[in-house]
């Protein structure tokens, strides 16, 4: 079974131990989420925002969750939308092992509650659950701010992976366990950095997914994107192969995935992030960098050498023309490998 097709699984098992304690429309909404193109993770996200929003207007209006019916949200107006998302400005919540945590969310935070709400109402809406959709018209007032994208340079690229190669920015047993893992966290870091792919894009990989013939990888995208190959330049393609020859071994003869933790398995997400955040911290001591930020260095750094947003756009398999502020334009496969080796270029021009 793929990685996606397990993550999948995973999710859609936890939306329904969230289901057990909501309304009994909830199951049915579910139900039409996923006979769309919506991912397993946007689903469950969705749940959980939409538990939050439930289990205030219960608690608010002095009532058990669970007995919350279509009837009840079609009477909700626009200041029972006020108090919820005054209330989600800070508040408290418990974590699982009961401590007390302050919360607050950010405005991009509050427009993702607010479009899993919207989302809700327009299904109930849709099956003639209810004949007033209060939620319709409801705007957030909120400061659109211009996101400001953290990447790294050339420079900074370049320390990011000699750190990997070497460990010094390590120090006692973080160097020690580094020199362990070296080909893996090299090869992970150069994917994402010549690439531009997610994390959970790369953790997904399998052995299979490779051709070497034609230097390519077959990615299971995010949204289940038109394009799943991703082309290797010669820094990832090389970087790869140096750690499947060198330091890819597991006990499990069934295990397919490439890159491995400790014990032999499929890396995980969470693994990736402290991998990242291990070498950057002392690589890039200025700069938060996460493997997101690993993407936005890919795509600043294609864009700065090119000056084609298309061609970026493309390289970066986004889905709608306002992630890139522009119209989304077609670009063929050999300007997607083009893409790849422009890259390469820009991170080794130094070294000539």
Known sequence: MKYYQEQDILNMERVNDLLENLPDF??????????????????????????????????????????????????LTNFDFDDYFLHIDAYKRHSVNDKVLPTTNQEAGKARKLSAIKSLYNYLEQYRLITINPAAAYRLKLKHHKPVITAMNVEEVNSVMQ???TGDTLVGRQKK??????????????????TGIRVSECVGIDLDDINWKESRINV?????????????????RIAIRDYLENERHTDDPSENALFLSGTGHRITVRSVER?????????????????????STFGTNLYQATGDIHLTSKALNHS?????????????????????????????????
Do not use: W
């Open 177 to 194: 366990f580094a020199d362990r893992t070296k080909y893996r966290d090299t090869a992970l870091l150069a994917l994402m950095l010549n």
């Open 275 to 295: 991998i990242v955040k291990k070498y950057t911290q002392g690589a890039v001591p200025g700069k938060h960098i996460t493997p997101h930020k690993l993407r």
């Open 26 to 75: 909830m199951r049915n909404y579910v139900s039409y989420m996923a006979t769309g193109s919506t991912s397993r993770r946007t689903i469950l996200n969705y749940i959980y925002d939409i538990r939050g929003f439930l289990t205030y207007i219960a608690d608010y209006r002095k009532k058990d969750v669970r007995t919350l019916t279509p009837e009840f949200l079609e009477q």
């Open 320 to 352: 709608s023309i306002e992630v890139t502020a522009s119209h989304y334009a077609d670009v063929d496969i050999r300007q997607r490998q083009e893409a790849v080796e422009i890259i390469e270029e820009r991170y080794n021009q130094d070294e000539k």
């Open 220 to 236: 299971h995208r995010k949204g289940g994107g038109n394009d799943p190959d991703v082309f290797m330049n010669d820094n990832a």
């Open 163 to 165: 750190a990997a190669q």
